[in-house]
């Protein structure tokens, strides 16, 4: 997870995830290794999307969003879509 986790250290983190998730599906075979990636990557997409609405919803509630904290995998991934 990036350091920076001000909005735009966020959403500059989100970008590189998705430019490298973007080149292993790009990729003519995807292996194991590239497949293990791609959910790590998953799990830290998740993570930061849901750093990013931490941030924004304390904002919106007139409170500190540097608050707002990294959730472990096994919380995010059990959100429902």
Do not use: N
């Not at 001000?6 to 998730?21: M, N, Q, R």
């Not at 292993?24 to 497949?35: F, T, W």
Request: aromatic fraction near 4%; proline fraction near 4%.
């Amino acid at each position: 997870m990036a350091q920076d986790h001000t909005d735009k250290g966020v959403l500059k983190h989100i970008s590189d995830l998705v430019a490298e998730e973007q080149a292993l599906y790009a990729r003519p075979e995807v292996d194991d290794r590239s497949k293990h990636r791609l959910d790590a990557l998953k799990v830290e997409l998740d993570q930061c999307w849901d750093l990013l609405r931490q941030r924004r919803a304390l904002r919106e509630f007139d409170q500190d969003p540097d608050k707002a904290k990294v959730r472990p995998a096994d919380v995010v991934e059990k959100y429902e879509q």
